[in-house]
């Protein structure tokens, strides 16, 4: 590609532009979208991707899936070959292992054209209210197979030089529970990138091709040298970390995720072997959500001053076995790898490099989506209906401030659901919506606290499906701070005085994870999201902070003495005030007691590591990587490929792809293009 020399001033200038027509995709979707998952939710995400196939910009919407959509396009290149992508070209993916993260999350594709010559690709990965399978409006928390979570979707051309190939959307439209719904949101999908399109050309208008392009190449380069920089402020060595994620649905042993970091100078490798094989159930995550995990933790240490594109992934190395939980193999389900997994990925970057980055590093969250969904039929409306609740929770406290209250978890930027809206759309009753008192970790910053909500059917033969995380296992706490509580997803049945989870409402193994049980009118459902870790010795936080926390619902009066060791008294006025004597008294009785406030997480993380998943593979996978290898093997000497590279004509050449591509889609490849 030529490219022409770019000043600083330019660069920003174009490289603003590029974020402000992400940001102009996604509000033309919200504007045009039919289901409330992209209007209220905006649980989507829209990028530029430059003709190399790297991100070069991004919109602020849910960040979960901006690394991986490069990998997406990657995919799409390779599998078509870029000579056959033409001006009008419009593809849509989901499958997670052709560069997708969960079915619901479907990417388009929008190939950019500045003459004969490929410029970018508009592109947006939005989550779908459905995609077929067992679980209505998705999250099946027992399915022990892709092929029970939906439709998969390879790359598929859905318009070809501007002509729209209706069999696409027909195909998928008859195999998703909500049609008219999804297919407006498709044509949302589509508005969005045929915006961005024209907003390029203009941009090409104004400063020309090679202006433009130079640009792209320049802000990536920034974004790189600044990343360098933060890596060359730690010190060389290796840090590491082990994160659960707590039961897979189908059986209740813990899976870990086990993290070496290796920081060299200005590169870091992120390796994640010993972490548990693959599981049964549900919360496997996908290469390109392994990425999109790892690369929103160490974005966290970088900040909102450097621009998020493909530069920062440059120092960067990933090693995610094959087979292993965070790069299963087909048909692996992976539908929680998004929502739940990437989150413990984020932590366990976080985990690891808390000790060398304490003033980057925030202790852990609340670390889940609490997906909750289902559906049923409206008899009032006259029609079906189908639900999905993602709510928010606690963060981590960091080294100087806490934990941030009630905010949507680390990988995603959601928006909650107006209570006014649900209970005009669905057939529930609001029953309450407030604070989580006393979720948050102790410690001299508290971790942010959550959120309970209450919601009551108020129609009979409701599916109820679930997929949540960190109902078994906290959120860790840092530099002596404690622990998160955990969150909780109950029920409670008519003239029934006690909320049960899962497994006791329905004889579930999990009390996160179910699908496909039945609820009528009047069962009440709790949604509890939990708080985050606290950071520091909850008695060095100033007592004057600690009655601000009880006046304002964060805390409570007894956990503020039995924690933090502050009594307090009530005002004249009725107010908490602090009894500064009985504050010290109790601060040095609990002192002396030696225990520290992390202990407990401590005592639980150890038995889940004992007790974590650590056999070989099954059979079947065994079979299935030592396939793989076989195929590379015998790709790389047909293609003549002699070593790694990024090549966006030939997988066997393409250091990505050897790490993911699976068996049948290298054999797919190589009999489609059969090199000599």
């Known amino acids: 590609m030529t490219t ?41 995400s829209c990028g530029i991707v430059d003709a190399d196939a790297e991100l070069v910009a991004a919109g602020v919407f849910d960040p979960s899936h901006l690394s991986a959509l490069p990998l997406t396009v990657e995919y799409t290149m390779i599998h078509f070959g870029p000579a056959s992508i033409r001006p009008g070209d419009v593809f849509l993916v989901n499958d997670p292992f052709r560069g997708g993260g969960h079915l619901p999350d479907i990417t388009l594709i929008r190939p950019v054209f500045a003459g004969d010559r490929l410029l970018a690709f508009a592109t947006n990965r939005a989550h779908h209210i459905d995609v077929g399978g067992m679980a209505v409006a998705g999250f099946p928390g027992t399915a022990r197979s892709m092929y029970q979570e939906g439709l998969r979707i390879p790359p598929v ?32 999908q589509a508005a969005s990138t045929a915006v961005a399109e024209r907003r390029l050309l203009r941009l090409v208008d104004k400063y020309g091709l090679d202006t433009v392009t130079g640009a792209m190449v320049a802000t990536k380069d920034h974004s790189e040298a600044l990343m360098r920089g933060v890596l060359r402020d730690l010190p060389d060595g290796t840090y590491s970390f082990d994160e659960f994620m707590e039961d897979d649905g189908v059986g209740d042993e813990p899976y870990r995720i086990h993290v070496d970091i290796t920081i060299a100078g200005d590169g870091v490798t992120v390796d994640y072997t010993g972490t548990s094989p693959q599981a049964a159930g549900p919360i496997n995550s996908a290469y390109s959500n392994t990425l999109s995990g790892t690369f929103g933790g160490l974005m966290q240490l970088l900040g909102p001053e450097v621009p998020f594109n493909h530069g920062c992934f440059r120092p960067v190395r990933v090693i995610a076995p094959r087979g292993s939980l965070v790069n299963p193999t087909p048909p692996a389900p992976c539908f929680g790898g998004v929502t739940e997994g990437s989150i413990r990925l984020i932590d366990a970057v976080l985990g690891a490099l808390a000790p060398i980055a304490p003033s980057r590093v925030g202790a852990g969250s609340y670390g889940t989506c609490v997906n909750f969904a289902g559906g049923g039929f409206d008899p009032e409306r006259g029609q079906d209906f189908g639900f999905y609740f993602f709510l928010e929770g606690g963060w981590g406290a960091t080294a100087w401030r806490d934990g ?39 410690g001299r910053f508290r971790g942010g606290v959550g959120t309970v909500r209450t919601i009551e059917l108020l129609v009979d033969d409701v599916e109820i499906n679930g997929l949540g995380e960190r109902m ?21 049945r008519p003239n029934d005085e006690s909320w049960c989870d899962a497994r006791d409402a329905w004889g579930a193994v999990s009390p996160s994870k179910f699908n496909g049980y039945k609820a009528g009118k009047s069962d009440r459902f709790r949604l509890a999201t939990g708080g985050g870790g606290g950071h520091g010795n909850p008695f060095e936080r100033e007592p004057d902070r600690v009655a601000d926390d009880v006046r304002n619902g964060f805390v409570s009066a007894e956990a503020a003495r039995d924690a933090y060791g502050v009594v307090l008294i009530r005002a004249d006025d009725g107010t908490w005030v602090v009894d500064v004597t009985a504050t010290r008294a109790r601060r040095a009785e609990l002192a002396a007691t030696g225990r520290s406030a992390d202990e407990g997480y401590q005592r639980i993380a150890g038995a889940a590591l004992a007790r974590a998943v650590a056999r070989p593979l099954d059979p079947r996978t065994r079979a299935e990587v030592e396939r793989a290898q076989r195929i590379i093997a015998e790709g790389r000497a047909r293609t003549h490929a002699t070593g790694d590279g990024r090549s966006l004509d030939n997988p066997f050449a393409n250091d990505r792809a050897m790490a993911y591509w699976d068996a049948f889609a290298l054999e797919s490849w190589l009999a489609r293009n059969r090199p000599a």
């Open 404 to 442: 941030w209250n009630c905010t949507p978890n680390p990988t995603s930027n959601f928006n909650d659901y107006p209570v006014e809206w649900i209970e005009q759309t669905l057939p529930v009753r609001y029953l309450e919506a407030r604070l989580n008192p006393d979720s948050g970790g102790v």
């Open 4 to 44: 022409r020399a770019i000043d600083p001033i330019t660069e920003r200038v174009i490289g603003n532009a590029l974020r402000s027509i992400c940001e102009e995709m996604g509000h033309t979707m919200i504007r045009t979208a039919n289901s409330s998952v992209f209007v209220e939710g905006r649980d989507f």
């Open 157 to 188: 051309r859905w318009f070809r030089a501007g002509v729209e190939n209706t069999d696409v959307m027909d195909m998928i439209a008859l195999n998703v529970r909500f049609p008219r719904d999804q297919v407006g949101d498709f044509r949302a």
């Open 472 to 492: 078994r296992i906290p959120p860790f706490g840092l530099a002596g701070g404690g622990p998160g509580v955990c969150n909780g997803l109950f029920v409670r």
